[in-house]
């Protein structure tokens, strides 16, 4: 850490599509916080200080040293930030799942804003809504403009908008990697730009479990069964992104006997998590014993995998090849 003596490093930290999770692991910092307030200047985070954005707008060009995103970018106020940020600050960390990879938020992508809005604002079973008033990007109120960012169509990843230099995944990430990136930052020990700041290797290389690869024939959703403790999900027929995911979690998820939803997204070897646990599902999937396998015999196991996009790229559909479904005009 860097001693009072020397010129604190400047920090702001951007917000997009949040859920403000992200927050919460720097918060979880707990004690260490103070040996990094003590080398660090915040000069921008909406979350924790009361600095206006209009301050930040004023800072020079390049003034600050870091800057920390989290979000995706769903809207034209987090497009702004996100340059805001990138124009300001020196070295931007893409941080958390939403900002690596474009997140929950990401999810979006199934379909636009237009049936997002009909089903929120209309269709729920619980929303009384008969005019279906729904957010408009100006309203006139009693002779003034009233202004809402616009939402996109199709949510993107921190670097599909700015130039990022690091990424820090998970969602949140966890403590000891926020942890270990603040002090590769202080110490100027940074890795080369483009990297991502956990380790990349798979999850099931940090597993404890033991996994066999044996073949599944019967695919459960987590009420249906109640996993062993010592065995591989995957080998019980539960769907576990281990073998797409980069480690790096600790396998808290694991754990806690749940399995992994992939949040840390994929190593720097694998181009599109989703497709590669399709490819590591498709290995397991069969009859012991059989070889071949009739297309009934196939299609009657692959359908029992519920929510296929929601499932293998819940954190990544955004980064992936596939970005977004295909919408047809109305
Ligand atoms: S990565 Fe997770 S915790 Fe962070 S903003 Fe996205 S949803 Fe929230
Ligand atoms: S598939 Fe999941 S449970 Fe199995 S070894 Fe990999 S991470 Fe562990």
Redesign the pocket.
Known sequence: MRTLSQRKLKLAIGLGA?????D??IVDLAEKLTDVFNAVEVVFWPTAFDQKLKEFIQLPDGSVDLGFY???IANEENKEIAELLRKKTKTIIAF????CHG???GLANLTTTKELFATVYKETPSTENPDFTEPLSETKVDGYSLHLPKKFDTVQCLHDCVDVDYYLP???PEVPLVEKAIEAILTGKLPQKGETLAPNRILCDECPRKREEKKISKIYRLQQIIPDQEKCLLDQGIICLGPSTRMGCGAKCIEANMPCRG?MGPTSKTLDQGAKMIASLGSVLGLEGEELMSEDEVRTMVDQVKDPLGTFYMFTLPASILKRKTMTQK
């Open positions: 949040t859920c403000s999770g992200c919460m692991s989290h979000g995706s958390g799942a939403c900002a997140g929950v938020p998970g969602c949140p949040c």
